[in-house]
């Protein structure tokens, strides 16, 4: 063997043993690296959604088969990937991370320690065609060798889907393949083929040859995956080429986030599975915000305060139920009933959930160990059986409307609300100026409560299988604080102690039950074979929940309690100009705000639908709880608006308002002085009390709005074309989305799922076709590096609210005390009544 030879062969074996063979997870191909294998052969493969991945691996070192190699690869959703493994000499490390560049075109990189980098790139234009290449580099010697190949699969494009193309009886998909290895000093190359076998359920087999100058050499992987797991064997053989005189072995244990498409049947045989959920806590729109400083904040600040910390999202809770609803190894719900915060319109949405769970031949069980609410009897009112404590009772007697008002104390402060609005009706500061009710808020919500009440009574008719007639007398003879009256009138099965309860539940019907955690069912997607990624339709679902201010919203881990017109703004035009979106959804839960920020929403609204000619898409409003004033005005020019028959809306009206303080800084002694030049220099100043001048004005200025709310109302709706008899419905009368489809203002009764429907019907998607959601606005949680960040109203630390403080009953008097952001900034309201708690 001469020098040069040598050299080269060393210079080879060098490289090589960095990039093919000396890392810790082996593969067979550039063109289908795409899992684990990705960071050693080809990292654009990192760049192809797979999901989390993870593996511990232990493998021979190659020319020393008595030493091992033992490591740890981790690779993430977001394209990125580690790898960490000791060697007989020290600890060594890489990292890589690949991305799309363009439809199933991938590119990536990887640094491996102080030695390597390799830069690759992988494309797939079609399910049955992978084409890959790797340029791997050496930084000490200039070294650099490509490898680059294709793969082909000439049968079965989703792997399980063609029953035809079988093996032994079982789905099949088999890939062929060709690698060359090509080396800079010498010109010198080696070629690879290979094919693979997958059989259902969860084998792969990968042979592989290297052909070259010094002989034929094979290799052999084997994979066994059942679920998200697995574990692999891989044999890589002996290759003078690369100066390798044994052949090593590799074993590793692999964890995915994707499930693999296994044909197993693992569902409980001894009886029946069922997902155990405890039901509690805040439920919110859009995905809590949640910060590192959370932690502090996880006990309540005092041992009598049950405000929860975190709030749970309405849509993924209803999602997971459906997702239930449908999966044939679940039977049945294990409810553990708490205190459920939710509007009416939310809950409406919950119920119809788990109605459909019911009726989909499922069954849910019940156990509330501190007792029932009405509103909570409602929610779980189809359940098989419902037990409580003996001592506890079940409070359905009905509903009660309860109004705060603050004129007492506000009079005792000497401050003194100064409001100019178009008619009684629109009562949204009636709070601040009055005692008692009015007799048109009584009017109003009198006919709004009747709605309500009646949807109750055919909600638990329809789930208990009662009649209206049973179901209204039931309700009558109510409370039920002796349990044994709701056992009798059969509102509820029983009563147990938890432990008895326990007891049950594990020997159901005699028999042995599975049960599942709600936060341990799995979620996950099943794990995608096809090279080419086909792009689902994309809508967009931007949350507007909040009083509606000029500004930025903000979200925090119970939502977002405002709704800034610049945070709204910023998503819908986002939204809007995004090529990939096709529709998008608003998602509505306020009861207004300020005028002019309520007005900039709907301008991004009114582009969307009409002006913006370039990107005008179906665009869809989804009410929630409320959607009334303000929360209409930006919802009014919708191409369609779907509404919860339990979705306060309406209140189609202006008010303008301030709290004069100049009563109370004269009664503490404070006094003001001023010198003006104009006669009306001082006009509106807080300094002193509206006079007839200044209200007059206010009167015509609010006047004008809202004939500007109406016309816009007229504008947006097709079948509301009068503006002269829109005060029949208007003046500031708010409805349920009942009596509000009814006057034309809503166009379909449902929940936010209803709207994605209506919105892929829009779009031109079928109905039963997959989507992608993408909801806006983005809520990222918070990071340390926003601490250094120049924007500082960006940054969002956890916020201890007045009524985290305090007992319930108390917090929800303090809550009132919400309003102040939205109406202390002087500008134009549309905003309904703040505070109304419904019992």
Not at 135 to 150: A, I, M, S, V
Not at 350 to 360: P, T
Not at 535 to 563: C, E, F, V
Not at 718 to 723: G, M, P, S
């Amino acid at each position: 063997m001469n020098k040069s030879f040598f050299l080269i062969t060393l210079f080879i074996s060098i490289a090589f043993s960095q990039n093919i063979n000396s890392h810790i997870w082996s593969g067979v191909s550039v063109s289908t690296s795409d899992n684990l294998d990705a960071l050693n052969l080809n990292p654009a493969g990192l760049g192809v959604s797979r999901g989390n991945q993870f593996a511990v691996v232990v493998k021979q070192i190659p020319n020393h088969t008595d030493k091992y190699y033992f490591g740890i690869t981790t690779r993430y959703t977001s394209g990125f990937s580690t790898e960490i493994y000791r060697d007989e000499e020290s600890i060594k490390y890489a990292f890589g991370f690949g991305t799309s560049l363009y439809k199933n075109l991938y590119a990536g990189f990887k640094y491996h320690k102080n030695t390597d980098y390799s830069y690759g790139i992988l494309y797939r234009p079609i399910n049955l065609l992978s084409l890959g290449a790797t340029l791997f580099t050496n930084k000490y010697n200039d070294y650099k060798e490509l490898r680059y190949g294709f793969a082909l699969r000439p049968f079965s494009l989703n792997r399980f889907s063609n029953k035809n193309n079988s093996s032994f009886g079982l789905p099949t998909n088999w890939t062929f393949g060709y690698d060359k290895i090509s080396s800079q000093l010498d010109n010198s190359y080696q070629e690879q083929y290979f094919v693979s076998l997958t059989i259902t359920p969860g084998i792969d087999v990968s042979y592989f040859t290297f052909e070259n100058l010094n002989g034929d050499t094979y290799g052999l992987n084997i994979s066994f995956n059942i679920g998200k797991e697995g574990v692999q064997i891989n044999n890589y053989p002996s290759n003078p080429y690369f100066n390798l005189n044994s052949s090593s072995n590799s074993y590793s244990y692999y964890n995915y986030s994707q499930k693999s498409n296994t044909k197993l049947d693992f569902t409980n045989k001894k009886g029946s599975t069922f997902i155990n959920m405890k039901l509690d806590g805040y439920f919110i729109e859009e995905k809590p915000k949640t910060s590192p400083f959370d932690f502090l904040f996880e006990f309540n600040p005092l041992p009598f305060s049950s405000q929860n910390i975190v709030g749970i999202q309405l849509k993924s809770w209803i999602d997971d139920v459906d997702k239930m609803s449908k999966d044939k190894d679940i039977n049945g719900l294990i409810i553990h009933l708490g205190n459920v915060k939710a509007g009416m319109a939310k809950r409406k949405e919950m119920f119809d959930a788990l109605m459909r769970f019911k009726n989909s031949g499922k069954q849910i069980i019940v156990y509330a160990d501190k007792g029932i609410s009405g509103s909570d009897y409602h929610l779980i009112s189809m359940a098989d059986e419902i037990y409580t404590h003996h001592m506890m009772g079940l409070d359905l007697k009905g509903f009660n409307l309860e109004v705060t008002y603050l004129k007492q104390l506000l009079d005792t402060l000497s401050i003194v609300p100064e409001v100019v609005r178009v008619s009684p009706y629109k009562t949204g500061p009636e709070t601040l100026l009055n005692e008692t009710m009015s007799n048109e808020f009584r009017e109003n919500y009198g006919e709004l409560l009747d709605d309500l009440y009646n949807s109750i009574i055919q909600d638990i008719s329809l789930a208990r299988g009662w009649s209206e007639e049973r179901t209204i007398m039931t309700i009558d003879l109510g409370p039920y604080w002796n349990i044994s009256d709701a056992i009798d009138k059969e509102l509820i099965t029983g009563t147990m102690f938890p432990d008895q309860f326990d007891e049950y539940i594990e020997e159901y019907n005699d028999k042995e039950i599975l049960i599942v955690q709600w936060d341990q069912y799995d979620r996950s997607d099943p794990y995608n074979h096809n090279w080419k990624m086909q792009d689902k339709p994309k809508i967009a679902i931007i949350y507007a929940t909040g009083g509606i201010i000029s500004g930025k919203s903000n979200p925090g881990p119970t939502g977002s309690t405002l709704m800034g017109d610049q945070t709204i703004k910023k998503a819908i035009k986002e939204a809007r100009e995004n090529d990939n979106i096709d529709a998008i959804v608003l998602r509505v839960d306020s009861g207004g705000g300020s005028g002019l920020a309520s007005d900039m929403i709907w301008r991004e609204v009114y582009k969307t639908v009409v002006e913006d000619e370039k990107n005008i898409k179906p665009f869809i409003v989804s009410m929630s709880d409320a959607a009334a004033s303000g929360g209409y005005y930006i919802s009014c020019h919708a191409d369609k608006i779907v509404a919860s028959k339990t979705t306060l809306t309406g209140s189609i009206g202006v008010y303008w308002m301030r709290i004069n303080f100049s009563q109370l800084l004269k009664r503490i002694g404070l006094h003001t002085d001023n010198i003006k030049k104009g006669e009306k220099a001082d006009f509106g100043s807080s300094k002193h009390l509206l006079t007839d001048e200044e209200r007059a004005e206010a009167f015509n200025n609010i006047m004008e709005m809202y004939q500007t709310f109406k016309q816009r109302v007229i504008d947006g709706r097709d079948n509301l074309d009068d503006i002269n008899i829109l005060d029949d419905i208007a003046l500031g009368r708010v409805w349920t989305g009942d009596k509000a489809h009814m006057h034309g203002l809503v166009d379909v009764i449902g929940g936010l799922h209803d709207a994605i429907d209506i919105a892929k019907e829009s779009a031109g998607i079928s109905s039963d076709e997959d989507i992608d959601i993408i909801e806006l606005p983005e809520i990222k949680d918070f990071s340390f590096m926003d601490l250094f960040k120049d924007d500082k109203e960006d940054v969002d630390i956890r916020k201890i609210s007045m009524s985290d403080l305090f007992p319930d009953e108390m917090a929800k008097q303090l809550d009132v005390l919400n309003i102040i952001p939205v109406i202390m900034n002087d500008e134009i309201q549309f905003i309904m009544p703040y505070n109304i708690n419904i019992n």
